[in-house]
T-cell receptor
Framework: DTAVSQTPKYLVTQMGNDKSIKCEQN?????MYWYKQDSKKFLKIMFS???????INETVPNRFSPKSPDKAHLNLHINSLELGDSAVYFC????????????FGPGTRLTVT | KQEVTQIPAALSVPEGENLVLNCSFT??????LQWFRQDPGKGLTSLLL?????REQTSGRLNASLDKSSGRSTLYIAASQPGDSATYLC?????????FGAGTTVTVRA
């Protein structure tokens, strides 16, 4: 049973294109996140949504726009892709109650050429 | 701003040796600390979560301690096995988000 899933797993595209990454969680969590892992393997928060409302936006360029149609989904749309956007993007979820333990998806490796 | 540091950056040990991985953080106002494992090309697997009020957590061969006042956590892995080879990430939770260290890459030699 997949807890946090992302599609696609790999994404290769050219500069200037627009692309989306989808994330779904079946854990019943109310908070979802997007993280970026750069080439040096450093993980950094990008966005966080709680009950479909944006609660964290960590100085991410406006070209990145998260969309949360419901509590179980948080999609990431990227406009006008740049070379520097190449990274692995991870989706995660947690519950506001309890331990706040975060569960991560398998990641989407984005390569911009 | 929370900064998380993990030392060492890499570690290579023979099978059977105990592993000690260190994590330090600058802001002690945390809700919890989470240790993750990441295999090459894979996602993150949560290993242990320690609440800010706890001193340690144990799961099988893994034991993690937390000293919030000094901003330190240590992950101990007993009797290491080649299957323990991976990158171990420490993350501290502030308001709504985790701040990660850069990780310790562990290689256990058979």
């Amino acid at each position: 049973d997949t807890a946090v899933s992302q599609t696609p797993k790999y994404l290769v595209t050219q500069m200037g294109n627009d692309k989306s990454i989808k994330c779904e969680q079946n854990l019943g969590h109310d908070t979802m996140y997007w993280y970026k892992q750069d080439s040096k393997k450093f993980l950094k928060i990008m966005f966080s949504y709680n009950n479909k409302e944006l609660i964290i936006n960590e100085t991410v360029p406006n070209r990145f726009s998260p969309k949360s149609p419901d509590k179980a989904h948080l999609n990431l749309h990227i406009n006008s892709l740049e070379l520097g956007d190449s990274a692995v993007y991870f989706c995660a979820s947690s519950s506001q109650g309890g331990a706040y333990e975060q569960y991560f998806g398998p990641g989407t490796r984005l390569t911009v050429t | 701003k929370q900064e998380v540091t993990q030392i060492p950056a890499a570690l290579s040990v023979p099978e059977g040796e105990n592993l000690v991985l260190n994590c330090s953080f600058t802001d002690s106002a945390i809700y919890n600390l989470q240790w993750f494992r990441q295999d090459p090309g894979k996602g993150l697997t949560s290993l242990l979560l320690i609440q800010s009020s706890q001193r340690e957590q144990t799961s099988g061969r893994l034991n993690a301690s937390l000293d919030k006042s000094s901003g330190r956590s240590t992950l101990y892995i007993a009797a290491s096995q080649p299957g323990d080879s991976a990158t171990y990430l420490c993350a501290v939770r502030g308001d709504y988000k985790l701040s990660f260290g850069a990780g310790t890459t562990v290689t256990v030699r058979a």
